[in-house]
């Protein structure tokens, strides 16, 4: 099944579909957060129908959330808060329209989350949240929870216009000896 992701490029939606794939076999269950209209959810979902593994989605359904002064980029103009607004229901309907399983969706901007709203393990964790804080807010929530060769995959890593993603990471990953590497505009954690 193939759909359209207008936020994701085509070579870095195979690249999480692989590593996804690969996670399967890892206990626990999958996450988004940040998810916009669910492009890259309705794919995990379609890997997921025939499986125990559930899906969970977060996002605020309010757009982006405003820039901090560590998002601010003279070519990042056109992200500011409010952008990429979709509801929750938008969301919902294309999966019942898809046939495939509605994940759990919370709506919540990611600072409110707390490890309780999250499953109880985690085999892949994908974080699309644009800017500084969404990135350190989601990375500290799936930390802990991260299953043994569980993968992480921040969107926006190596992306000029969203500086803060690379902050966010970065500074994360400093004393926590996590290897990142980087496809395309993608860190992949493992």
Known sequence: MSWKNDQVSGEETDKILEIARGCL???GDFVELGCY????????AEIL???EKKLFIYDSFEG???KSNKDESTIGK???????CVTKREVKE????ANLPVPV?????????????LPERIAFA???GDFYESIRDSLKLVESKMANKGVIIVHDYNNLALPGVRKAVDEWAKDKSKEITVYQSMAIIV
Request: hydrophobic share 35%.
């Open 94 to 97: 294309r999966f019942l329209r």
């Open 49 to 51: 129908k025939d499986t």
């Open 105 to 117: 969706i919370k709506k919540a901007w990611f600072n409110e989350l707390t490890t309780e709203d």
């Open 126 to 128: 994908f974080l699309d």
């Open 25 to 27: 076999e890892c206990g």
């Open 64 to 66: 982006l959330p405003e």
């Open 37 to 44: 209209k669910g492009d890259t959810s309705l794919l995990l």
């Open 78 to 84: 056109e992200f500011k808060g409010g952008e990429l």
